[in-house]
C-alpha cells in the first residue's frame, strides 16, 4: 500500500483550511498568548488559548505543543476541561507520560529500537524495554515548536512547525514538520499534519491527550462508553510489539464495535490484556476509501459529552491510562491513578517499519505526508 493512499485527499482539506485561516469576520475565534516559563535550558514557551465563538477554548503550549486543556460544554452547558494535565512547564519537561503532546518522530513502538531502510540499518533509543517508543529519548514531545497563531472565519488555529534534523534520535532525513490545530465553532478540535523529508525516512505523527470526558479530576473512566469502528486488532508480544497478526474481534473484550463501558471487560484475563495492564492496543479501522472516517465515539452518562474522533490514519491505539500509578498530581491537585483517563491516538501501526504487510510509514523525498484528525465534542442534548 503506498504512503498516499491514505494521504492524498488532505491537499484539498488543507487548501480550505488556508482560505479559513487568513479570513476574518465579527464572531470569529480568538487566538491568545501568555507566557508559561522558560525550559530548564533558558527556552521562552507560551501557552496559546484558542477561543471559538461559543466560549469552547483549546490550550497548549509551544513546548511539546502540549495540549494543556480542551474546555467543552456539558450537557447543561457548563465548560470543564475534558484532558489530564500539570500545572506547571517543570512537570511537563520532568515527568510527563506524554499528556497532551505532539508525538513523532515515531508514534508508538518500533520493536528492538532499529529498522532498516533501503539496505541501512538505523539503530534507535531503547527508551521503552528493548523498544523505542514515540520518538526516543527526545522526540518532538519534548522540543520547542514555533508557533505562529492564526484567527479565521469559523473558530481559531494556530500553526506549529518544528524541523527535525538527519540523523535526530537516530532518524534518516531533515524532517519538515508542521501541525495546525484548529477550534472551529462546531466545537471541533481539528489537528492537520505535513511532513517533508530530504531523504527516505519513517514517519508516524499523532497527539497524546488523556482524557475524561466527566472532567479532568473526578476519577475513573470506566463507566464512559466507548465505540470503536474496527472488526480486527493487532495483537501484540510481552514487549508490546505488534505479532503482525490482524486479528478479529469477535468474541474478545477488544470488540467496541456496539459500544461498551471502558471498564466492563478491562480486568478479563484475556492475555493480551496482562501484556498491557489493561488496553494498550492498536485497531484496525474499518476504512471505505482514503478520506476522513469515523473511528471511535466515546460517550459519558453523568455529563452527557460525546467525543467522536475522525481520521485519516488507518489505526488507533486505545490506551486505558494503565501505567498512571498516583504519583503524578494533574493540574486540579488531584493524584492521577490508574485509568484515570484514557488516550484514543490515531496513526499508523506500530512497529510498521519492521511490518512489511502493515501499511507503510516510509516517507520519501518529494512526498507530502498529510493526515488529519478531527475530535469533535457535542452532549446528549445538542
Ligand atoms: C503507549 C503506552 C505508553 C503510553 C505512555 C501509549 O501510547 O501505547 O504503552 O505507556 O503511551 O504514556
Redesign the pocket.
Known amino acids: 500500500m503506498s504512503r498516499a493512499w491514505h494521504r492524498s485527499v488532505l491537499g484539498a482539506a488543507v487548501l480550505g483550511m488556508g482560505v479559513l485561516l487568513t479570513g476574518t469576520s465579527a464572531g470569529a475565534g480568538s487566538v491568545d498568548k501568555t507566557p508559561f516559563g522558560n525550559t530548564q535550558d533558558g527556552k521562552a514557551v507560551n501557552l496559546y488559548t484558542l477561543t471559538n465563538d461559543r466560549g469552547a477554548s483549546v490550550k497548549f503550549i509551544a513546548y511539546g505543543g502540549i495540549i494543556t486543556a480542551i474546555n467543552v460544554p456539558d450537557r447543561w452547558g457548563k465548560l470543564d476541561n475534558v484532558v489530564l494535565g500539570f500545572k506547571e512547564l517543570a512537570d511537563y519537561e520532568s515527568m510527563n507520560?506524554?499528556f497532551g503532546a505532539l508525538i513523532g518522530r515515531y508514534?508508538?513502538?518500533i520493536g528492538g529500537a532499529k529498522f532498516t531502510l533501503d539496505g541501512t540499518q538505523y539503530q534507535l533509543a531503547a527508551n521503552n524495554g528493548p523498544n523505542s517508543?514515540?520518538g526516543g529519548t527526545k522526540g518532538f514531545d519534548k522540543v520547542v515548536w514555533a508557533v505562529e497563531p492564526l484567527s479565521g472565519v469559523s473558530g481559531a488555529a494556530a500553526r506549529l512547525n518544528y524541523t527535525s534534523k538527519d540523523g535526530e534520535e537516530g532518524y534518516p532525513g531533515t524532517l519538515t514538520v508542521q501541525v495546525v490545530y484548529s477550534l472551529t465553532n462546531d466545537n471541533e478540535l481539528r489537528i492537520d499534519y505535513e511532513a517533508t523529508t530530504d531523504k527516505p525516512t519513517v514517519v508516524n505523527l499523532t497527539s497524546?491527550s488523556y482524557f475524561n470526558l466527566a472532567g479532568d479530576g473526578t476519577g475513573g473512566i470506566d463507566d464512559h462508553i466507548l465505540t470503536i469502528s474496527a472488526d480486527r486488532y493487532t495483537p501484540v508480544d510481552a514487549t508490546?510489539i505488534p505479532t503482525g497478526q490482524l486479528a478479529s474481534v469477535t468474541g474478545t473484550p477488544f470488540d467496541f464495535r456496539q459500544g461498551a463501558p471502558i471498564g466492563a471487560r478491562i480486568r478479563s484475563n484475556d492475555p493480551q490484556m496482562a501484556y498491557?495492564r489493561g488496553y494498550?492496543h492498536n485497531f484496525v479501522l474499518n476504512r471505505s476509501g482514503s478520506g476522513l472516517s469515523l473511528a471511535a465515539r466515546v460517550y459519558e452518562p453523568r455529563s452527557g459529552r460525546i467525543m467522536e474522533i475522525s481520521t485519516t490514519e488507518p489505526g488507533v491505539?486505545f490506551?486505558s491510562g494503565?501505567?498512571l500509578d498516583s504519583t503524578l498530581i494533574g493540574a486540579a491537585g488531584q493524584q492521577y491513578r490508574q485509568t484515570d483517563g484514557f488516550?484514543l491516538?490515531t496513526q499508523h501501526f506500530p512497529d510498521s517499519p519492521n511490518k512489511p504487510s502493515f501499511p507503510t510509514t516510509v516517507l520519501k523525498p518529494g512526498e507530502t505526508l498529510k493526515s488529519t484528525t478531527i475530535h469533535k465534542f457535542s452532549t446528549d442534548a445538542s
Do not use: I
Open positions: 507520560p506524554y508514534g508508538n513502538r517508543l514515540h497524546h508490546l498491557g494498550d491505539q490506551y494503565n501505567f488516550c491516538e
